[in-house]
């Protein structure tokens, strides 16, 4: 089955020390997304590409970078995890539009 | 600025009817859609409406009246498995291509 693939699903990392988080996708959706979502809310947009065309929210820290390499894989890189950066990271693929997109199943980021 | 507004909690019995609303303020107004997010799950779509009316997926429906920049998802026959936050979403004033998500009605559903 075509899906959004993300890995690890949990993930525990030091105060400081970078992580890297992976999702892929079998959907050859053009459109990629990182999304940070915590308790109780809703998610909140990090970054997309449209192809390899970054785009960068302009509330997200610079702590928090991003690469694809390809059309199936994206990652978010946290330079300097804080404990606020504990959260659910979620990534979403489209197929050119925003209104309907397609989660990966989460990592969930523990910062000690 | 861009908002969307939603009751925080609602909880229903199963097998009734149950309506969750939506408000929104943004500019260039796109379509509205809602997403279903079980507890530790990820967001599934649920339906997107461009044009005013109801649109029926099974015993999910969504409306939109777009002259009261207003929608609201019905759910029919409810079940346990139901239970649920529930996000509205517009496309995001920056571009088209992002979402802009609501704040999110957690629906329980109890026997």
């Known amino acids: 089955d075509a899906m959004v693939i993300q890995n690890p699903r949990y993930q525990v990392t030091q105060f400081g020390k970078p992580v890297t988080l992976s999702c892929s996708q079998t959907?050859?959706?053009?459109?990629m997304y990182w999304y940070q979502q915590k308790s109780s809310q809703a998610p909140k947009l990090l970054f997309h590409y449209y192809d390899k065309d970054f785009n960068n929210e302009a509330d997200t820290p610079d702590n928090f970078q991003s690469r694809r390499p390809n059309t199936s894989f994206c990652f978010l890189d946290i330079r300097s995890p804080g404990l606020g950066d504990a959260a659910m990271y979620l990534c979403a693929t489209s197929p050119g539009g925003g209104n309907e997109q397609y989660f990966g199943p989460g990592t969930r980021l523990t910062v000690t | 600025g861009q908002s969307l507004e939603q009751p925080s909690e609602v909880t229903a019995v199963e097998g009734a009817i149950v309506q969750i609303n939506c408000t929104y303020q943004?500019?260039?107004?796109?379509?509205l859609s809602w997403y279903q997010q079980h507890d530790g799950g990820a967001p599934t779509f649920l339906s997107y409406n461009a044009l005013d009316g109801l649109e029926e997926t099974g015993r999910f429906s969504s409306f939109l009246s777009r002259s009261d920049s207003y929608g609201y998802l019905l759910l029919q026959e409810l079940q346990m498995k139901d239970s649920a936050s529930y996000f509205c979403?517009?496309?995001?004033?920056?571009?088209?291509?992002?979402?802009?998500f609501g704040t999110g009605t957690r629906l329980t559903v109890i026997p």
């Open positions: 943004t500019s260039g107004f796109y379509g």
């Open positions: 979403a517009v496309p995001d004033q920056t571009g088209a291509n992002n979402l802009f």
């Open positions: 959907l050859n959706h053009n459109v």
